[in-house]
């Protein structure tokens, strides 16, 4: 069926703003700059992405789109460039001198990169270099006698940074100020330099170019520069970069004060975040730099760097590292305090520290996607479920075990987007309670995490409204007629039940006894005064509960945050997995029937790959070590060991499947060759640890992977360039009963 909506609810409208737009970025009146100012990058946005090259790119974005879906994403990610064009240094230039004039393609708007010549990887069709590399330069003619050249500021005030590295701060989609006015209109092109702007369009083109003459299609007839060399025609006067970055401040007429450095930050670089640039890589033996306290041999090393995490920042683990070392010494850990010490003198001043220290080491303006590993071909997983201490040391705890590296959604609430009423920081007193469980949780998962097995990692939302508001949007539209994530959720209501039992238990004494007296009216006064005492000696000897007393004082807005929390949700679970290489793997009953649920709307809920591997885990019951020091046992056996290699290959197998296809041999021979060490491990762990959580384990490898289009769409809006279209398989835990 033909349909043209699209073209005129949503093009149509551009295309009549867009028009004028060019015109006025021709002329010299600065007054219609300013107006036609966002019309005019909107416009080129929609020239790149709605020509059949630009379409063709978008497709290879997804694993697989319909024609219907294909225009539904082109629609998702419009204004994807908007942002990054307009930070960048803004040139027009002028071939009225030349006699010959500028050409256009059938993909309009240009992406040259000197680094990348049209045979290399990033530039086969149909994808172009990133506009947020840093020496990306966008070349766009307005017509024959004006072309606009945009450069990321890094690479026009330094020629020599690294080509291929992102631009500061690459993030697409958020709020930045620029002057609208600065546009660089001094240089005149000769010939030679109008023929060397149109050699790169041609050469980036999908099929067709045009041109006012003929003899102007052919510009590399007459031009046998190197690719690299080309760059030289298109860096802007260094007199003109004055018009652009250092830092803006804005006062607003409520007093509010915005600022923004060059690269659209609204917080000030934090030093003691970076790291010192290495003029040479560290030898084999010598620490990693990314953190991770791995021998470089065995860390990066055999990575190439754009799949590297961030040499330049401190690290996750780092980060956490700190973190810890601010506990540890904020509570007085150090000075050999107990458990029970800590709670007793757990102070608001002491929660709102904390706080206020996590927010510091995981600013607003952090790229996540910098920090997080890639995906890289290391055994991964990201665990899905409840945060809470309770139960994470059921299974997510001993899920490293067979994953290799878990992912972990950090405990800790990030205050800076949050109303003052509800922030920990604001209003510490509130989050007294809820305080002890996350330290608690932070505290027990922490010798794994400085060992590397567990990577906490920050909610990505935190640091992007964007993604925050579109991740919301889309877990609404899909969860609509779906039952809330507690129902059939019965450990989630149990552990809500411990959590109101211990605030029950932190109500003043007079407000025990008048609940006592309704509970059970039959008790004396020294019955009472008995109930009390044995109610404060089941407080401290729960190392969750509160100790403190007067929590509840100040009538109704004294009250204590009790949360539940379980994360990261459906879309964060894929966007992380696909992000960083990893399966999923969750404990929550909800959680699997919503990805049971993606997998039904591809096309079918039984698994359609490595079905003996599937039976072969689903047979036997594992078991998952519920403390770090049996953990840290088991963890340097060679039997253990064998689990993330053995899933490592067969997440390698169902990544590679669509184009190497199916090798039945392989997948009988994974699946006996992972009985055989099953078998022997928990054979061991039996012998070895005692208690441990016992648990079914229930896998699944859909043909294509899991997926889901808004996931990529968030990816993309994220400018992340490495990532799985699909997350290839994904495990339930269920307790043996």
Not at 309 to 321: V, Y
Request: glycine fraction near 6%; aromatic fraction near 8%.
């Amino acid at each position: 069926m033909v349909n043209d909506e699209i073209e005129k609810r949503l093009f149509g409208a551009i295309d009549t703003d867009g028009a004028p737009a060019i015109k006025a970025f021709i002329g010299d009146d600065v007054s219609a700059w300013h107006r036609h100012f966002q019309e005019l990058f909107r416009f080129i946005d929609v020239q790149k992405l709605r020509t059949p090259k630009g379409l063709d790119w978008l497709k290879t974005r997804y694993p697989r789109l319909s024609q219907n879906e294909l225009m539904m994403e082109m629609q998702g990610i419009q204004a994807m460039h908007c942002t990054i064009w307009s930070e960048s240094v803004r040139e027009v230039v002028s071939a009225a001198d030349s006699d010959i004039k500028f050409i256009i393609s059938d993909h309009p708007v240009t992406i040259y990169n000197y680094a990348a010549p049209p045979e290399d990887d990033i530039c086969r069709y149909p994808h172009d270099p990133s506009i947020s590399l840093k020496s990306s330069q966008t070349i766009y003619p307005l017509d024959r006698n004006h072309c606009l050249i945009l450069t990321n500021l890094e690479y026009a005030k330094n020629r020599d940074v690294s080509p291929l590295e992102k631009r500061t701060f690459a993030r697409n989609f958020r709020t930045s100020m620029v002057r609208t006015d600065a546009f660089s209109r001094t240089r005149r092109f000769s010939r030679d330099e109008v023929r060397q702007i149109n050699r790169i369009i041609k050469a980036r083109a999908r099929r067709f170019v045009a041109a006012g003459r003929e003899e102007w299609l052919d510009p590399e007839a007459s031009d046998s520069m190197p690719w690299a060399n080309l760059r030289s025609a298109l860096s802007p006067p260094k007199d003109a970069l004055r018009h652009f970055g250092g830092e803006m401040y804005a006062r607003f007429d409520d007093g509010h004060v915005h600022y923004q450095d060059a690269f659209g930050r609204t917080e000030k670089e934090t030093d003691f975040l970076r790291k010192p640039v290495r003029a040479v890589e560290p030898a084999a033996d010598e620490p990693c730099g990314c953190g991770s306290d791995v021998a470089f041999a065995a860390c990066c090393y055999p990575l190439p760097v754009q799949l590297r995490p961030s040499w330049t920042e401190r690290g996750i683990r780092e980060r956490n590292l700190m973190l810890h070392r601010g506990i540890v010494d904020i509570l007085g850990l150090n000075d050999g305090q107990d458990w029970l010490s800590v709670r007793r003198d757990l102070s608001d001043e002491k929660i709102r520290d904390i706080h206020v220290l996590y927010q510091a080491l995981w600013p607003l303006e952090t790229d996540i996607l910098q920090l997080l590993p890639k995906p890289d071909g290391r055994p991964r997983a990201v665990y899905t479920g409840v945060l809470h201490p309770a139960a994470i040391v059921e299974f997510a705890l001993g899920t490293a075990l067979y994953f290799g590296e878990v992912i972990i959604e950090h405990p800790f609430l990030h205050a800076a987007n949050m109303r003052p009423e509800f922030s920990p920081i604001d209003n510490p007193r509130s989050y007294h309670q809820d305080s002890i469980k996350t330290i608690f949780l932070f505290l027990t998962l922490m010798p794994l995490v400085a060992a590397g097995y567990i990577n906490l990692v920050p909610d990505p939302t935190v640091f992007d409204q964007h993604l925050h508001k579109q991740m919301l949007h889309m877990a609404r539209a899909r969860s609509v007629g779906m039952e809330t994530s507690l129902e059939n959720e019965p450990r989630s209501e149990r552990l809500m039940e411990q959590d109101f039992r211990r605030n029950l238990m932190s109500l003043p004494a007079a407000g025990l006894k008048s609940q006592l007296r309704k509970s059970s009216p039959e008790l004396d006064d020294a019955g009472l005064d008995e109930m009390v005492e044995g109610i404060r000696l089941l407080r401290e000897s729960d190392p969750l509960a509160a100790v403190q007393d007067g929590l509840f004082d100040g009538g109704k807005k004294s009250g204590q945050m009790n949360m539940v929390k379980m994360a990261p949700n459906f879309e964060m679970a894929l966007y992380l997995a696909q992000a960083t290489g990893s399966s999923i793997v969750t404990d929550s009953p909800h959680r699997w029937r919503e990805i049971m649920m993606a997998v039904a709307r591809q096309g079918g809920g039984q698994p359609s790959a490595l079905p003996e591997l599937a039976r072969a885990i689903a047979a036997l019951p594992f078991g998952f070590a519920n403390e770090v020091e049996d953990f840290g046992l088991e963890s340097t056996t060679s039997t253990f060991a064998e689990y993330p290699s053995l899933l490592g290959q067969v997440f390698d197998y169902l990544v590679q499947m669509g184009v190497r296809g199916r090798k039945p041999n392989w997948e009988r021979h994974i699946a006996s060759r992972f009985t055989k060490v099953h078998t022997a491990a928990q054979k061991r762990l039996e012998k070895g640890i005692l208690p441990f959580s016992s648990g079914n384990l229930h896998a699944v490898f859909p043909d294509g992977g899991i997926r889901d289009n808004t996931v990529n769409r968030l990816l993309l809006m994220s400018s992340s360039e490495h990532h799985l279209p699909s997350v290839p398989m994904a495990f339930l835990i269920e307790p043996v009963t």
